[in-house]
Structure formats: C-alpha cells, structure tokens
C-alpha cells in the first residue's frame, strides 16, 4: 500500500531539490572547516531508513537513483575538503556503492569504504593515514548522525587502526597491507557472524516452540533458517512492523522455508503474547549498557514479554556494539521516516516519525553474538576491553 | 586437643551487627598474651585459685539451683551416651569430672581462665595495664558466655552481680565454657544452647562501659580479689573435703603441663595471625574487637574520647568523638616529631571538618605525603623502601585517628606504596624521593584532577535542553557538571536536595545561585514531591564498590530510591580512582558515625541547652549520625568516570582491567 504511494516519494522529490540547490551554490567556495562540522547528509529522511527499506526491497529503484543523485554531489565537497589526495575520491560514494550489496551489513559498508580510503591515499606514515582514514570516517559518521552500525563499524575499524599503529617495528607499507587485510576479512566476519550467532542460538529453539519475531533481521532469519534446516519443528509468529511491512516481508520468507507463519497486526502482541515460548528480535545497535536499539515496537514488544516471563533473545553481530548509553527514548539521534496512513492525516495533527526505540538490558535476555551468548552486562565488559 | 590447636589458629572472626556463638576465637586471642604470663605465676599460687575454679563455685550446692541443669544434663546426657565408659554419679560431679578431664586433655585452652580473677595482687605493679584490658574483656566475654546458659534468671543475676563479685563470676566462665566444650563434643546439643544466646544478646551487649568505668570495676575486683584469698583457701578446703583426689591430685599435672604446650602453640598461633594479616589487605579495624582497640589506643597520637551511648548495631565502627581534643593536637604540633608538620596539619583539617569532600580530603593528604617525603632522609643503616613504607603508615595510621579514611584515599595510600615497593634499588635518595613526589602529583593530576573534566565532558552531553536536573547534598564533580553546563548555553533548572546536620546543598545553592542558574532548593522530606519534576538525577559518590553498590553520602540511597520509583534515570559521577574491588552489600560493614550531637542539637529549638541536657542524660537514648548509605546497583542507571559512561555492572571490569595499569602507573 505505501509502497504505492506516490507521495513519499514525491515528498523526497520536493525535500531533496532545493537542499542539493543549496548546496551546490554553497559549494564553489570551498569551506573547509565549517563543512566538516554541519551535517552534509542532503535529505532529512535519514540514511539509515534508506538503508533498512533498500535492503528490505520497499524502495523503488527509481527512488533509489533520486537518493543516489543526492548523494552523488557529494565528491565536490570532499574533495575540497581533503585535497590531500590527487585525485576526486569520496567516501560517501565507496560507501553507497557497498551499502547497495543487499546481502552487505551498514558497518561492513563503512568498513570497505574506509579500506578504500586507504587504498586511495598516498601517505607515507601511519600517523598520516590515521589522521586521513579519521576524516573520513568523521565525514562518513556525520553524514548520517543516526545510523548506529555505521558509527560502530567506523569507531571499531579506527580503533584497530590506532592499535595497528602500535607495531611500529613494521615498515609503513606491511602496516597498511596489514590494515587492508584487516578490512577485506571485516566483510567475511560479518557473514561468518551470522552463522555462528545462527549455530548458538540453535541451542535455544527447542521442538514445539512458538517464537515470536519483530522486524525483518537478517540474523533473525538466519536463525530460522538454520533451524528449519536442523528439522526443527517450531512455529513463528510475525509482527507486521508497520509501516514498513517487514513481517510481511519475513513471513513470505519464511513460508518460502515451509516454515508454519502466523501474521500479527502489531496492537496483537500482547493478544498473543501467552501462547509465544520466546521472543526474536534483531538490533541495529547493541548499547553499552546492554540494551538495543532497534526497530520500533521492539521495546513494546520486550515489555509485554517481560512481564508474561518469556524470555527476549536479541541477534546482533559484535560490530554493532556501540559506545552509546541512551537513558531513555529520547535520548537517541532519531532516525524519522515516513509513514503513510492510508487516510490523509488532517493538517494540525502531528505525527510520530521516529523509527526506532530503545530496549533497556532489564527487559533482555540474552543476546546471541559472535562473541557467544551473552548477558546484557556483558556487553559493556566487552566495549571496554575494546575500546579502551 | 588437637581440635583445640585448630581453633586457637582460627584468626579472629570478623564480628559485625548481630554476633551470635563466634565469641571463643576472640575470647582466645584475648587470652593468649596472659597465659604466658600467668602460666608461671599460678604454680606458686596454685592451690587456692584452682579449687575455686572450675569445679568448686558449682559443686557448692548453694548456688546451684536444680533448674539450671535442665538442658545441661541433656547435654551431660549425650556426652554420656556417646562415651559410656565414663561412671556417671551426678550431674553435677559429672560435670565436674568432665571439667578436670577436659583440663587435663585440653591442656593449653583453659586454666588460664580459671586463674585470671586470681592472679595475685602482688603482680598488679606494671600488669596493671594488661588486667584492665584484661577485665574488659573477660567481663564482657563473661557476659556473653553466661549468656549461653540456657537459664535466663540466673544470668541476669550474673550479669548484675559480675563487676563486684570477680570469681564467682570467672567460675560461671569456666562453667558456661564447660557446657560449651560439652557441647561441642556432644554435637548435637548445639542448637539448645546457640538459640538463648542469640536472645539474650542484646542485654549483654548493653552491658559494655567507658574506660573510666572498667577502672572502676578493677579497683572493685582487686578489693574483691584480697578479700576473697582468705575466703578462697577456705573454699577449696570445703571442695577439697567434698571431693577428695580429684580436686587435689588432677590438677597438678595440668599446671606443671600447661605453660610448655601453652607458649609454642601461642607462639605458632600468633606467627599465624601475623602472616594472615600480612595476606590480607588491610580492612577497616573493627571497633568492638576489644583486643585490637587497646592496642591502637596505646599507639594513639590524638587521645580519643569515646561517646557515651553508643548504638549496638555500629558498635564495630569508631565510636569517637571527634573535635574535643583539637585544641590539645594543635598545641601539640612542635612537639611531635614522629608525624610530619604538613601530615600533622591535614589530621587537624580532617579532625575539624575543615576539609570534607573525598577528592579534597584525599588531595590534602596526597600533597602532605608529598611534603613529608621531601623532607625526608633515611635514617642510617635503614632502607628507604622499608623505612618510608613504615612512615607512611604511621601517617596514615595518625590520619585514622583523626578521621576514618574514605575508601579513595585508601586507594591512593595503596597506589603511594605501591610506588614505594616498586622504586628500583639502585635510585639514588634524592631521586627516588623525585620520582616519588611526581608520582604523587601525577595521581593528583591524572586520576582527581583530569578525570573530573572528563566525566563533566561525558554527564554535559546527558543533558537537554529544558530538563529539570536533581541532585543531593554537594559533590564538587556535580557542581562542576552544572556550571559547565549552563556555561554552553544548555538551559536547565536544578533541584538542589539536602539534609540535616550538615546542610552541605547549601554551599552548592549559593554557587550555582551566584553564576546564574535557576535553582530550586528542598529538603530530603520533600524528595517524593518534588521527583515529580525531575528529569535526571545526578549523584556523586564517595566510592562504588565492585558489585555496583554506591557508597555515598547518607541519604543518597533514599534519592536514588525514590528515583527509581518514578523511573528517572539516575546517573552517578564518581572517578575511577574511588572504585573499590570489595563487595558491599549493606551500609552497617562499613561506615563512618559521624557526631552524635549533630542530630541531637536543632538550631531552631528555643530551649536549646536544656533540651541537650535532658537528651543526654536519658540512657535510653542513643543518637546514631550516620555519615554514608550504600545504594544498590539496581537503583543506578549509568556511572559517568573518566572511562566514559558505563553501567554499574561494568564496575568489577574496570577494576580488573585497570588494576593492573593502576599499579603500573
């Protein structure tokens, strides 16, 4: 039904061409230092939902060329901004060109992108390439102030760099091979990541269970996959996760997998939330107090559960472990989105566009990661011993 | 006897709050001192004390009222049946038996029990000191272990009768010591005799005086003690003529036994002790642990008066009064010469209250250290590591005296001697003595002076625009968040909440009032309220302990409390040098009594002095002025420190984590 609207993407339309406008009279005079400080990011509509209905397949391509378009102006700036390097070169764009790979992970994306800045750059120490592989990543990061992966994954990919640079005893260049190989391996962990958390969490889903699930996460079905794969015999029950329909989107996946789906309107969760043995959800970002992050209605839906006693088990891939500590829903960058009410909403009334919500770590279980099963307080234990 | 050893190797039980049956490790180290010494003295003096001991108070049928023996025969009872050789003839000469079998099995534990009322007034010259302590003890001990009899009229005649009438009173010792060994070989009547002591308790414990009191007793119990040799001879005679043999003949073995066996197991023992303690870190000294008092009593620079009604439950904390004796310390401070003039002076500021604030206090007594070693030289044919360390805690140890120390600045008396122990040997004084101050001033810098930046870089961005911001007494971390704050530009309102005696949110209203900022101040019994507004609390902290347990201010935990109530986030600022890798889990372990006439005195009260008088005489009256509370981690939503903002499960990582850099640094 959204998908069909035109005004959504007519709303794009309208929002992106003046702003680019702007823009590009801002251009010519090359601002160095105040560009790195606002927020080039050209459209309102926050990148991370670009991202998320992308890769959930909701957006039409043509919407998709429009945003890219957006983007695209994006070299001139960078360029001006670092003219270090010889030659137009951005992150933005390497990383929108990875970020359209469906299968590919936001912070896999930035990670590539920032191995691509290395590639591209023509330093000749490690300090250098620090320095350079740092506004990138500040201009990636600024560009959209609300993914939080993507924060993650350039914080983490900084922080392995700087610890890179430790081992001076190496000459520049095995350094930066080193660095490269690092990143390349960044895409396969990611992957790899998702099979292990799917082999964990095996041991949880047991015959007969009912296991209730929000959103479309690609871990989440990987999960079910895997367990259907085991012969598992287990029913899912799926959220609808309006308005981007991604339960919608995940049932048909799962029937596709002969998998028993039972579709819910998202004011049924708690209808049926006696009848569910436990609850999946993915995150977007695991905080360092060991709540998440993540689509909305994911912290309804842990209420409801916490207070029937069904356990909640999140699937999160340890690069999205960010040194965030959100104390309530507000305290977060949002992230808005669009959402049609099929009914046109009268013009005084205001509407409620955030895309996410925060879960706080008492209403968690588990969270399956990479790193192993972990409690929610683990989450912080692990941030430390990286990051500091 | 073996068993015994064991028990006389057993270090002391910690006691804390309530104590119940764990009275005889104490009561055995307590002794251990005299033995030695009374050991030899009581062979001259032998016959007299020891047929009044044990046995002869009980045998004699006056005193012994046949109810008393309702659960002691059960006990002899199931001695009996466990050991059915034994010829019974009575309960009472079985017990009396059984008290000389023990003694001669027992051997080192406890004639010298017996012997202690009747330790012979010749010897009182310079063992005096020692009696005094000594009666303390066993008054109170004997309190305790009378209690432990089943019947409760006869203790309380005990419990009245004991400051005059020394040696019945040591032969109940002896008795209730003999249930006790009876019980323990028995097993199983344990539960019969634990079950009255824990009730009676609380009378017993009521029963602890001032030492101008115990002086007192003393003089009584010597008086009592000339009087009752005549007396006493007569007495063993009686016993004597009513249970010939026995009484004459089996002690002397034990005597002539004891004093060998006695000494080494002592002397092990006390090695023991001394290497567990060296093991151990050093914990908070508890203050009911008579033994450990006195010995800190005579090394005492600042003489110490001891507040009159002192609560049960914190009677294990330092019941001091502080402030009394200032104007005697400063007179004093040319003539010390064992504690540094600028150590010397911080001692006064935190005897007087006029430096509070953990970062303060610890700053102070960081940069007196500092000074100290500066002036220091190394006495000839000393090490400077050894020496140093040991001056540093006499410092510390005077510190003490005048104030508890809070858990930071134990945590940078232990980083100071790390950087002591760690010194290569082959520094020279001068730069060993360098090395050291700058040690001590990057501490200052890195750990007090630039994490409180950091965490005000870090708590700044947890606050909006528009929000109400709570916080309790003054923490100067939060007063620099709040100024810091309003300095960019954030536009906030503060609710400033305190509490009596010190009305320490006072300060920080005047300085936040002062630069500008909207301030609401209340009072802790308007907390419920007045959290109907606040969007965030921020809290400081005076130490965070490794299971996430805020220590802070008293009061802090009914803030957080009630925050949690009405689900605001509550957000603790403390550095990472005040976290501790010790578990707390209730406030009553460890603490600090503060005044008691604090709470007592109401500024407002017209008929103030009057009021004050009626309030102290009333015995029934006991004033508690806590100084901390300790707030569970559940209650906190994040901690701000200068490793940026973690949950309070996060605590023991950092710990672990750094433990190991701390040392380094």
């Known amino acids: 039904m959204w998908r069909s609207s035109a005004s959504f993407i007519l709303d794009k339309h309208q929002n992106n061409k003046p702003i680019s406008l702007t823009h590009s009279i801002d ?30 397949g909701i957006v039409t391509s043509e919407w998709l060329e429009q945003a890219q378009a957006a983007v695209r102006r994006y070299p001139d700036h ?212 060991g709540g998440i992050i993540n689509m909305m209605g994911t912290y309804q839906i842990a209420l409801v559960a916490h207070s029937m006693n069904k356990p909640v088990y999140v699937a999160a891939e340890s690069y999205k472990f960010a040194r965030l500590y959100p104390l309530d829903q507000k305290d977060l960058e949002p992230a808005l989105r669009p959402i049609d009410f099929s009914v046109p909403v009268p013009p005084k009334v205001e509407v409620e566009r955030s895309a996410r919500d925060y879960t706080p770590p008492q209403y968690l279980t588990l969270l399956f990661t990479d790193l192993g099963v972990l409690t929610p307080s683990v989450v912080s234990d692990e941030l430390i011993q990286l990051y500091l | 006897m073996d068993t015994r050893r064991g028990a006389l190797a057993v270090p002391k039980v910690r006691r804390v709050g309530f104590f119940t049956s764990a009275i005889e490790p104490t009561q055995d180290s307590s002794q251990r001192p005299n033995r030695s010494q009374s050991g030899p003295v009581e062979a001259t003096t032998s016959s007299s004390p020891l047929s009044d001991s044990p046995s002869g108070n009980l045998i004699s049928p006056v005193l012994i009222p046949p109810s008393r023996h309702h659960s002691d025969n059960l006990t002899s009872r199931a001695v009996a049946a466990a050991a059915a050789p034994v010829p019974v003839p009575g309960p009472a000469a079985f017990r009396r038996y059984l008290a000389h079998d023990r003694g001669l099995n027992v051997g080192s534990y406890n004639p010298p029990d017996s012997l202690l009322g009747t330790s012979p007034p010749s010897s009182n010259g310079e063992f005096s000191e020692d009696s005094v302590s000594l009666f303390g003890f066993q008054r109170s001990d004997s309190a305790k272990l009378s209690a432990s009899f089943p019947n409760g009229g006869f203790d309380l005649t005990l419990a009245v009768r004991a400051p005059q009438e020394p040696e019945p009173k040591i032969a109940t010792v002896s008795a209730s010591e003999v249930t006790k060994k009876i019980a323990e070989v028995s097993g199983k009547s344990e539960s019969v005799t634990t079950k009255p002591q824990k009730e009676k308790e609380p009378k017993s414990l009521k029963d602890k005086t001032t030492k101008a009191e115990r002086r007192a007793i003393q003089e009584a119990q010597r008086a009592a003690k000339a009087a009752a040799k005549g007396e006493g001879n007569r007495r063993a005679d009686e016993s004597g003529k009513a249970n010939p043999g026995k009484a004459a003949k089996k002690p002397q073995p034990k005597k002539e036994r004891l004093p060998a066996t006695s000494s080494v197991s002592v002397k092990t023992a006390v090695a023991v002790e001394k290497e567990k303690r060296m093991d151990v870190p050093q914990t908070q000294m508890q203050y009911d642990d008579k033994s450990r008092v006195e010995k800190a009593k005579k090394r005492a620079v600042v003489e110490q008066t001891e507040s009159k009604n002192k609560v049960e439950l914190f009677l294990h904390l330092p019941q001091y009064e502080r402030g009394n004796q200032l104007p005697d310390l400063s007179s004093n401070i040319f003539i010390l010469d064992t504690i540094h003039h600028a150590v010397y002076k911080v001692g006064l500021q935190h005897l007087a209250g006029d430096i509070s604030g953990d970062n303060a206090r610890c700053i102070a007594m960081l940069q007196a250290f500092q000074e100290a070693i500066k002036d220091y030289t190394t006495p000839p044919m000393k090490d400077l590591t050894m020496d140093l360390t040991t001056k540093i805690n006499g410092y510390v140890s005077f510190l003490i005296e005048c104030r ?149 201010k008293v009061g802090t935990a009914c803030v957080a409390m009630v925050a949690n109530a009405f689900s605001v986030p509550v957000i603790v600022c403390c550095e990472a040098y005040k976290f501790h890798e010790r578990v707390l889990l209730d406030s009553i372990c460890t603490n600090e009594l503060g005044d008691p006439d604090a709470v007592a005195s109401i500024p407002s009260f017209s008929t103030k002095a009057k009021h004050l008088k009626t309030m102290d005489n009333n015995k029934n009256l006991q004033f508690l002025n806590l100084m901390y509370d300790s707030t569970p981690s559940e209650y906190i939503s994040m901690i701000v420190s200068d490793y940026g903002m973690i949950p309070p499960t996060s605590i023991p990582v950092i710990v672990r984590e750094y433990r190991r850099e701390h040392l380094l640094l």
């Open chain 1, 27 to 56: 251009s010519p005079p090359p601002p160095s230092a105040s560009m790195a400080d606002e927020n080039p990011n050209p459209n309102p509509i926050s990148a991370y939902y670009q991202t998320r209905a992308a890769h959930h």
């Open chain 1, 78 to 289: 960078d360029y001006s901004v670092s003219p270090v390097s010889g030659r137009p070169f951005s992150v933005i764009e390497e990383f929108n060109n990875w970020r359209q790979q469906p299968d590919l992970a936001e912070a896999v994306a930035a990670i590539r992108a920032l191995a691509a800045v290395i590639r591209a750059s023509e330093a000749t120490t490690m300090m250098e390439l620090e320095i350079e592989l740092k506004k990138a990543s500040d201009t990636l990061k600024s560009w959209d102030t609300t993914s939080i992966s993507l924060t993650a994954g350039c914080d983490l990919f900084m922080r392995y760099v700087t610890r890179t640079s430790a081992l001076e005893f190496e000459d520049f260049n095995s350094a930066k091979s080193r660095v490269l190989e690092r990143a390349e391996k960044f895409g396969e962990i990611s992957c790899r990541a998702r099979r292990i958390i799917a082999i964990l969490s095996q041991d949880f889903i047991f015959d007969g269970c009912t296991i209730l699930v929000h959103g479309f996460s690609r871990v989440v079905f990987e999960i079910l996959k895997t367990s259907a794969q085991n012969k598992k015999v287990f029913r899912v029950l799926c959220s609808e996760g309006r308005p981007d329909k991604t339960g919608v989107l995940l049932a048909k996946e799962l029937a596709k997998l002969d998998i028993p789906v039972k579709l819910l309107i998202d004011s049924a969760v708690a209808y049926s939330m006696d009848e569910v043995d436990m609850v999946f959800v993915g995150a977007d970002g695991v905080v360092e107090s």
């Open chain 2, 404 to 552: 508890p120390l809070s858990m930071s600045m134990g945590n940078a008396i232990r980083f100071l001697k790390n950087q002591i122990r760690k010194l290569p040997v082959n520094l020279s004084e001068p730069e060993a003595k360098a090395s050291l101050c700058s040690d001590i001033g990057r501490f200052i810098d890195e750990k007090i002076i630039l994490a409180d930046k950091v965490i005000v870089q870090h708590a700044v961005t947890k606050i909006r625009d528009g929000e109400v911001l709570l916080t309790y007494g003054f923490s100067c971390v939060v007063e620099m968040i709040l100024l810091y704050a309003h300095e960019i530009g954030k536009k906030f309102r503060v609710v400033i909440v305190d509490s009596r005696p010190n009305l320490e949110g006072q300060k920080l209203l005047r300085r936040l009032v002062t630069r500008g900022l909207d301030c609401t101040y209340t009072h802790i019994n308007a907390i419920s309220y007045i959290m109907r507004e606040a969007t965030r609390v921020f809290l400081g902290a005076s130490s965070i302990f490794s299971n996430g347990t805020l220590y802070s």
